[in-house]
């Protein structure tokens, strides 16, 4: 197995576990957070899904300079939609990630625009994944603060 294939099996198996949780959020907690400068649980969910979408520019040395999200002005409808939306997105993305030889996720530095640090492709793709992990981890502690029962993740 390739370390491409290792990385989208990595990417997939998370956003399994991201969908799984997801699905357990009643469309009456949609708007719930823990207190007023956390986000939203659909509004969590919705970084995550768009994140795809930014991460396929930034790993294709595309310019974020007039970085503009297809999701703009996109009503949060269900996580369903969500879902479906962000499709064509994740596929790009995972499809960018298994064009990636070993060589070049070795060699290629990525310079992340938030922060301006430098990174190896291959390196940089992983804090991606962990990046969802993380929020599973936060999506996690709503469901429990909000007392919804948390599904197996841990299978």
Known sequence: MTQSELLILNFK????KSIK????LPK??????????AMAAIEMIRHVLEADYGWNIIIN??????????WKNRPFISITEELEFAEPYRNA???SVGKFSDTELNE????????????????YLLRIAY???VHAGQ??????AMKISRPPIWD
């Open 13 to 16: 198996e998370v956003r399994r």
């Open 28 to 37: 009456s907690h949609y708007n719930w957070k823990p207190d007023e400068k």
């Open 139 to 144: 999506f996690l502690s709503y469901l429990r």
């Open 108 to 123: 290629t530095e990525i310079i992340h625009p938030g922060n301006g640090h430098k990174k190896l492709l291959g390196k």
């Open 21 to 24: 949780l997801w699905n357990s």
């Open 61 to 70: 040395n595309g310019s974020m300079k007039n970085y503009q999200t297809p």
């Open 93 to 95: 993305f995972l499809e």
């Open 131 to 133: 990046h969802e992990s």
